[in-house]
């Protein structure tokens, strides 16, 4: 009976995100500060470039990025913070498309993060590397 309540609990909750995601633009959705929560690949590794890979996972879930309702923003990777502001555009749809979460530093260097998968509560950047050949999945929860 427990099992039971928690399930329907857990069904209610995540009707409800997904109601007031809906009501949300993407830029609403995207305001606020997010952390790395998993990150994945499918980047074949020997098991010494795994252990590695594992170590560098960790520093990465120290990462944020926050995004401000006036579009300035702030990410902090490994330890380097770094201000500029940002823009969202796209849309998310049918295979093929999706959000763009474009990140401009006060340096002039800019980031473009593909994103698929957007609620209220964060959101999934996937990213696609040429050489090695390999894609990389990035998991960002909302902080605050």
């Known amino acids: 009976m427990k099992i039971k309540a928690t399930l329907i ?10 109601l007031t995601s809906c009501s949300k633009s993407p830029k609403e ?11 994945t690949t499918d980047l074949k590794m020997s098991p010494e470039e795994t252990e590695n890979w594992k170590i560098g996972i960790e520093e990465a879930k120290k990462s944020t990025i926050t995004l401000n ?9 490994f330890g380097v913070t770094e201000k500029g502001t940002w823009e969202v555009y796209g849309e998310e749809g049918e295979e093929g498309e999706h959000l763009c979460l474009k990140l401009i530093m ?10 698929h998968n957007l ?8 990213v696609r590397n040429e050489s090695p050949k390999c894609t990389y999945t990035n998991t960002y929860t909302k902080v605050k």
């Open 69 to 77: 309702a006036d579009g300035t923003m702030q990410k902090t990777d």
């Open 119 to 126: 609620t209220s509560t964060g959101f999934v950047n996937i």
């Open 9 to 18: 609990a857990l069904a209610l909750t995540m009707v409800i995100s997904i």
């Open 106 to 115: 006060e340096n002039k260097a800019t980031y473009n993060m593909e994103i």
């Open 29 to 39: 959705m995207l305001t606020g500060e997010f952390k790395v929560t998993e990150i």
